[in-house]
């Protein structure tokens, strides 16, 4: 049974940082790269960032060296750590593996992510 349950969004003001967590079912957890995604008002969903099993990363251009993604392969969870904060990287956040294919559609809710001041 697939589980993704995202939370850690929030409301913060420019400049300001968030951390979020993706608690995903072992299942696919153990054996899948892991992404980030996010969804804003009006636009198509985007992956934010990657990380395989092994620790490997990758991020989409507008979120380098402001975003961190990482896993606890323990706890099968994965987190995204967000600095630098800007209005444009409001969206509602969600994680998946990757590529999302492999859990055949499945979503979980997401986590709210609004920077405001």
């Known amino acids: 049974q697939v589980q993704l349950v995202e939370s850690g969004g929030g409301l913060v003001q420019p400049g300001g940082s968030l951390r979020l967590s993706c608690a995903a079912s072992?299942?696919?957890?153990?054996?899948?790269?892991m992404g980030w995604y996010r969804q804003a008002p009006g636009k198509q969903r985007e992956l934010v960032a990657r990380?395989?099993?092994?620790?490997?990363?990758n991020y989409l251009d507008t979120v380098k060296g402001r975003f961190t993604i990482s896993r606890d392969n323990a706890k099968n969870t994965v987190y995204l750590q967000m600095n630098s904060l800007k209005p444009e990287d409001t969206a509602v956040y969600y994680c998946n593996t990757f590529p999302t294919s492999i859990t055949l559609g499945y979503w979980g809710q997401g986590t709210q992510v609004t920077v405001s001041s």
């Open positions: 990380i395989t099993r092994g620790g490997s990363t």
């Open positions: 072992r299942s696919i957890f153990s054996t899948n790269a």
